[in-house]
């Protein structure tokens, strides 16, 4: 696997997809019991924002100006979202940055950590060596986690059920492979045999070559529980731009979560727009009971 995910941490499909991870967990937080947050592809934990204008040996345009950039000085954003910036503001802080952009990005699992309570668990898997090597080091003292390199999918099956009974597991390949989505539905399929009541989130760009309409065939031919579809579009059909939006399937989300997470769309959509003719939208594939 060749994907470095520095290069565009902080973009768009970033902010997406850790808004919506935030509201899950604080979703789930609703209930005093804990649960486990499994990371199948947590990637290094923390991004310099400043290594995606290197490049690995080139100059490149970093792309965390048209994402976190977007949201970073703004104080009218909705109370779901500003809690996501807040996090993320917090984290540069900490981690040493004093000017007035941001340096320093938290990945999926330092963001769920931050707000982790002492009866949560965490979960952390990377294959990659160089950014297993990197999570290890974020995490070497970290309470209430573990970090191994093992596939993501195959951490499906060995980690699931956890002792809690309750989980959220966040699916986030590089999709680089083919075969992608379908590794995934495989890998959905053993996830709800293994923890049916389990809430599962799967990101996946939109683009010509990740066939995401493929994805959503492949899914329904599963067993469904309550699943819904949140998308995001920053540029019309007829855009340039290789990756035109995001989403997030969502399967046995937390309870009314939807009426969080729907308006945030359109919203995401327009704060994040680099063409016209986006949106954003939420879809139910399976309702709630």
């Known amino acids: 696997m060749n994907y470095r995910h520095h290069f565009h941490a902080g973009n768009f499909a970033d902010v997406c997809k850790h808004a919506l991870l935030v509201q899950l967990v604080r979703g789930l937080q609703r209930k005093e019991k804990g649960f486990l947050f499994l990371d199948t592809h947590a990637g290094r934990g923390r991004y310099d924002l400043s290594a995606a204008e290197r490049g690995d040996t080139l100059e490149r345009k970093p792309e965390h100006p048209d994402g976190i950039g977007r949201l970073w000085g703004r104080s009218d954003l909705p109370a779901a979202l500003a809690e996501y910036a807040t996090l993320v503001r917090e984290f540069d802080q900490q ?68 002792l809690e009974k309750r989980a959220l597991v966040l699916i986030d390949p590089p999709f680089e492979e083919q075969d992608e989505f379908a590794r995934i539905v495989a890998g959905l399929r053993d996830g709800l045999r293994r923890l049916p009541g389990g809430t599962f989130a799967v990101w996946y760009p939109l683009t010509e070559r990740a066939r995401a309409d493929a994805f959503l065939d492949e899914l329904t031919m599963l067993d469904l529980p309550p699943t819904f579809m949140a998308e995001v579009t920053i540029a019309g059909e007829d855009t340039l731009l290789k990756m035109k939006g995001c989403g997030l399937a969502v399967l ?18 327009e704060l994040l727009a680099q063409a016209p003719g986006g949106g954003g939208h939420l879809r139910w594939l399976v309702p709630e009971r």
């Open 95 to 162: 981690a040493g940055n004093s000017g007035s952009l941001p340096h320093f990005y938290p990945g999926s699992p330092r963001l769920v950590q931050m707000i982790a309570r002492a009866q949560d668990r965490l979960a952390l898997c990377e294959k990659h060596p160089e950014e297993f090597v990197a999570l290890r080091d974020e995490f070497t003292f970290a309470s209430r986690t573990s970090v191994q390199q093992i596939d993501g999918y195959t951490a499906l099956r060995a980690m699931l059920p956890p």
């Open 252 to 269: 046995n989300p937390p309870w009314q979560i939807d009426q969080t997470v729907a308006p945030l769309l359109p919203l995401l959509a």
